[in-house]
């Protein structure tokens, strides 16, 4: 199943899926759902558009630990 914007809401926490960013452990805030499709997210200093694709939800353990968990670690995590 594909996101689109239309599942985000603004205050949302969510991560990026592309591991090689900037932004790339970050938990970032859905700041600004854009009518072309667009999401604005921040981590509270730097902001950067995206399109729905590229961000997914922040997982309850990933809210705990801060930060976006690996593959690895949130593999495990879900077996735990």
């Not at 996101?3 to 970032?28: A, I, K, Q, R």
């Not at 759902?33 to 509270?44: A, F, M, S």
């Not at 995206?50 to 353990?61: C, D």
Request: aromatic fraction near 8%; proline fraction near 4%.
């Amino acid at each position: 199943m594909e996101l689109t914007n239309n599942d985000f809401l603004v205050g949302d926490v969510v991560v990026l899926t592309n591991y090689f960013t900037n932004f790339s452990n970050e938990l970032l805030d859905v700041k600004y759902l854009y009518p072309n499709g667009k999401i604005r997210v921040t981590d509270g200093l730097w902001g950067r558009t995206v399109v729905p694709k590229e961000i997914r939800p922040a997982s309850a353990t990933e809210l705990n630990a801060n930060r976006r968990l690996t593959e690895a670690e949130q593999a495990l995590a879900e077996v735990s």
